[in-house]
């Protein structure tokens, strides 16, 4: 009886111990990449129908590395702060803190600049000419404006509400700056505001623009676009420009960017 009495007493002890090193092994297991939400809205060329820059970039970054697993998600515009600060998104390509996140800025943090550019205003060429062609552009309140709802303009002082554009300026809103494009070429406003990158795209894809459209040599603003992380999240914007670092001095970075046709604007330096 001593010697069944002791069998069981090893086999109990042999599988508590198998069981908990088990345990221990499976701790040491990998638990895979940590998966970082990306918010994208509407902003050509980088988010334009669930395509664009900023999806191509995603896609980038999780074959550029294994660690973090980047996905992808389409917001509206005037709800990114929200979905910010709940924690829904972790971060958004592309993004000037000047947009409506200076009093938010303790919810994130940006990585060195990324890209550069410009918000140009453009006119019909027959009609800008016809008055004294730079000239048009001088007194945006005697023009009518085809803007994109939920975006910031610097000659709105960056307001981005649309009540106050509306009652300061004479403005038609859409939801793209594609739209606003088709309003002016269609002659349902005098000026259309627009970033230099999508512009450049657009007369590469239809040349006859360059004729059709003046644009004017003074822009409304300039980007500097860097990357704005969530602060607590599963990437900092310190991990996030080291992984931007060996991916410039890889030459993959800048790889990329020639592909999508913004080389040109490409800032960043390790």
């Known amino acids: 009886m001593r010697v069944i009495f002791l069998k069981r007493c090893f086999l109990v002890l ?47 970054l999780n074959d550029m590395q294994k660690d973090y697993l980047f996905a992808y998600r389409q917001i509206p515009a005037r709800r990114r702060y929200e ?18 996140w200076q009093d938010r800025m303790e919810q994130v943090e ?31 309140s005697a023009r009518k404006l085809a803007l994109t ?9 960056y307001n981005a509400d649309p009540e106050y554009l ?14 606003s494009l088709r309003q002016l070429l269609a002659g349902g406003a005098d000026i259309a505001i627009v970033n230099n990158a999508f512009l450049a795209r657009q007369m590469r894809l239809y040349p006859e623009l360059q004729q059709d459209l003046l644009v004017s ?13 969530r ?15 060996r ?3 890889s030459g993959a970075l800048q790889t990329f960017f020639t592909e999508e046709g913004l080389d040109r604007f490409l800032e960043f330096k390790p």
């Open 110 to 140: 940006a990585t060195p600049v990324l890209l550069s550019g410009a918000e140009v205003m453009v006119a019909r060429t027959g009609d800008a000419m016809a008055a004294g062609g730079e000239a048009y552009f001088g007194d945006l």
């Open 166 to 179: 509306k009652a300061r300026f004479d403005v038609v809103f859409s939801d793209s700056q594609r739209h």
């Open 14 to 60: 042999f599988w508590v111990w198998a069981i908990s090193a088990g345990g221990v092994a499976a701790a040491d297991q990998p638990t895979g990449p940590t998966r970082v939400i990306v918010g994208g809205y509407p902003f050509e060329p980088f988010v334009e129908e669930n395509a664009g820059v900023s999806v191509a970039f995603t896609a980038f």
């Open 149 to 157: 709802l939920g975006y910031h303009y610097g000659f709105a002082d």
């Open 217 to 229: 040599m003074k822009p409304d603003q300039l980007y500097d676009l860097p990357l704005l992380v």
């Open 83 to 100: 979905q910010m600060s709940e924690g829904r998104i972790d971060m958004i390509f592309f993004e000037m803190p000047v947009w409506g």
């Open 247 to 249: 991916l410039s001095k």
């Open 231 to 245: 602060k607590g999240g599963p990437i900092s914007a310190w991990e996030m420009t080291d992984l931007l670092t």
